[in-house]
């Protein structure tokens, strides 16, 4: 008997991608969907506050105004933050939506948005007919978009809930 050596070679090769995959299946989703008409109802929102509040200086003026600005800020930059992650990272779109994070999240958003919304609301109402600006059509609209976010935070909370105990 011969004895023969064998020599056994592993070669690793490492590649790295640098393209950015978009998870746009999100956007077919109804959480993707409510998201996406959150950040962009929201943005609205703190466009027309801050546009027509600017003239009464915003944070001195009547504090509904405030109420609202900061409301719309706070739920617009995270609503797109999730909406972000969702769309760049499968993971994160798979993983978040089960969390009791995102279903607290959305009950927190509807109660503060609603809240805000009708507080803005009353306070434009309220305002003398004589004496309204040409900023109240402005406020109302704000207001008004405010509560249809509300309630697309409501369904957001539905449909969070729904995959919080599927999942």
Same mark, same amino acid.
């Given at each position: 008997?011969? $004895?023969? @050596?064998?020599?056994?070679?592993?070669? =690793?090769?490492?590649? $790295? &991608?640098?393209? #950015?995959?978009?998870? =746009? *299946? #999100?956007?077919?989703?109804?959480? *993707?969907?409510?998201?996406?008409?959150?950040?962009?109802? *929201?943005?609205?929102? +703190?466009?027309? #506050?801050?546009?027509? $509040?600017?003239? @009464?200086? #915003?944070?001195?003026?009547?504090?509904?105004?405030?109420? %609202?600005?900061?409301? =719309? /800020?706070? /739920? +617009?930059?995270?609503?797109?933050?999730?909406?972000?992650?969702?769309?760049?990272?499968?993971?994160?779109?798979?993983? +978040?939506?089960?969390?009791?994070?995102?279903?607290?999240?959305?009950?927190?958003? %509807?109660?503060?948005?609603?809240?805000? !919304?009708? &507080?803005?609301?009353?306070?434009? @109402?309220?305002?003398?007919?004589?004496?309204?600006?040409?900023?109240?059509?402005?406020?109302?609209? &704000?207001?008004?978009?405010?509560?249809?976010? @509300?309630?697309?935070?409501?369904?957001? &909370?539905?449909? !969070? /809930?729904?995959?919080?105990?599927?999942?």
């Amino acid at each position: 008997m011969m $004895s023969h @050596s064998v020599t056994v070679t592993r070669t =690793t090769t490492t590649t $790295s &991608a640098t393209a #950015i995959i978009l998870n =746009t *299946g #999100i956007l077919r989703t109804p959480s *993707g969907l409510l998201k996406f008409f959150e950040t962009i109802i *929201g943005a609205v929102c +703190l466009g027309l #506050i801050a546009y027509y $509040s600017v003239h @009464s200086n #915003i944070f001195s003026g009547d504090p509904e105004h405030t109420l %609202f600005f900061i409301v =719309t /800020f706070a /739920f +617009l930059v995270t609503t797109f933050l999730l909406l972000l992650s969702a769309l760049l990272s499968l993971m994160a779109a798979t993983i +978040l939506p089960k969390t009791l994070f995102e279903f607290l999240y959305h009950i927190f958003a %509807f109660i503060f948005y609603i809240s805000a !919304s009708l &507080a803005l609301l009353i306070t434009v @109402s309220n305002t003398n007919k004589y004496y309204r600006t040409r900023y109240y059509e402005g406020k109302m609209a &704000a207001a008004v978009l405010g509560l249809v976010n @509300s309630v697309l935070y409501l369904l957001s &909370a539905f449909f !969070s /809930f729904r995959t919080y105990r599927m999942g």
